[in-house]
């Protein structure tokens, strides 16, 4: 179990740190329920990852691509699951990096619309963003396969995807329990991590997506060499 998890935990990192989802979750607790409105917006995130990790299982399972039964090819597909979330990281950097910055430009629709988001649209705001993501498809099917490597039983593969998949939003639940517990104070506090993320975006990202990226597709070429 512990070497599954650190095989985990490279990919948990990185999907982790989202500048966008954490200004997100600040904004929600801005709006008239805040702490309720914010929580489902991460139980949104939550929920899309279950669905995604339970449709990729079921794939995998149909196809008998299992340690059981086809392993080397089940490793091979980790590997270049792990090359193409690098290559993917390493667009998102290239993207940032040559992207000129615009002080007129609007802000994003969904910055625009996210206060005032409901409970209920919040929910539905967070399922779509991961489900329309083709980035978060590639780290869940990663993460899946990584899962299934370590041949376990269908009840404790979902366990521990379910404990990967909220942990991934442990800084939201930390930030909305920060505002439930001391709501005056964090509001000043939480404000400084919007400006300090919102005027460092692009280097924060830069920073992130090549790190990862180089991480990713070293680890994924060299699980392809013998």
Same mark, same amino acid.
């Given at each position: 179990?512990? %070497?599954? =998890? #650190?095989?985990? #935990?490279?990919?948990?990192?990185?999907? #982790?740190?989202?500048?966008?989802r954490?200004?997100?979750?600040?904004?929600?607790?801005?709006?008239?329920?805040?702490?309720?409105?914010?929580?489902?917006?991460?139980?949104?995130?939550?929920? !899309?990852?279950?669905?995604?990790?339970?449709?990729?299982?079921?794939?995998? +399972?149909?196809?008998?691509? *299992?340690?059981?039964?086809?392993?080397?090819?089940?490793? @091979?597909?980790?590997? /270049?699951?792990?090359?193409?979330?690098?290559?993917?990281?390493? *667009?998102?950097?290239?993207?940032?990096l &040559?992207?000129?910055?615009?002080?007129d430009?609007? $802000?994003?629709? =969904? #910055?625009?619309?996210?206060?005032?988001?409901?409970?209920?649209?919040? &929910?539905?705001?967070?399922?779509? =963003?991961?489900?329309?993501?083709?980035?978060?498809w590639a780290?869940?099917?990663?993460?899946?396969? @990584?899962?299934?490597?370590?041949?376990?039983? $269908?009840? !404790?593969?979902? /366990?521990?995807?379910?404990?990967?998949?909220?942990?991934?939003?442990?800084?939201? &639940?930390?930030?909305?329990?920060?505002?439930?517990?001391?709501?005056?104070?964090? %509001? !000043?506090?939480?404000?400084? /991590?919007?400006?300090?993320?919102?005027?460092?975006?692009?280097? @924060? !990202?830069? *920073?992130?997506? *090549?790190?990862?990226?180089?991480?990713?597709?070293?680890?994924?070429? +060299?699980?392809?060499?013998?």
């Amino acid at each position: 179990m512990t %070497e599954l =998890w #650190l095989a985990l #935990l490279p990919i948990l990192l990185a999907m #982790l740190i989202s500048p966008a989802r954490t200004i997100a979750v600040i904004l929600l607790l801005h709006t008239p329920k805040q702490v309720l409105t914010a929580f489902a917006y991460v139980c949104g995130l939550v929920s !899309a990852m279950l669905v995604q990790g339970i449709l990729l299982g079921s794939l995998f +399972s149909f196809v008998g691509l *299992t340690m059981d039964e086809r392993g080397p090819e089940l490793m @091979v597909v980790v590997s /270049v699951m792990f090359i193409l979330v690098g290559i993917i990281m390493l *667009t998102g950097a290239a993207k940032f990096l &040559f992207q000129e910055d615009d002080d007129d430009k609007p $802000p994003p629709a =969904w #910055l625009e619309k996210i206060e005032y988001l409901d409970p209920r649209a919040a &929910f539905s705001t967070g399922f779509g =963003w991961i489900m329309v993501s083709p980035k978060q498809w590639a780290f869940v099917l990663t993460a899946v396969a @990584v899962i299934f490597t370590a041949n376990l039983k $269908p009840i !404790a593969s979902l /366990v521990n995807f379910f404990i990967f998949s909220v942990l991934i939003q442990l800084v939201y &639940f930390i930030i909305i329990g920060i505002h439930l517990l001391m709501p005056r104070r964090s %509001e !000043a506090i939480l404000d400084e /991590v919007f400006k300090w993320i919102k005027n460092n975006f692009r280097t @924060v !990202a830069i *920073t992130l997506f *090549t790190g990862f990226g180089i991480f990713f597709l070293y680890k994924g070429i +060299s699980g392809l060499i013998p």
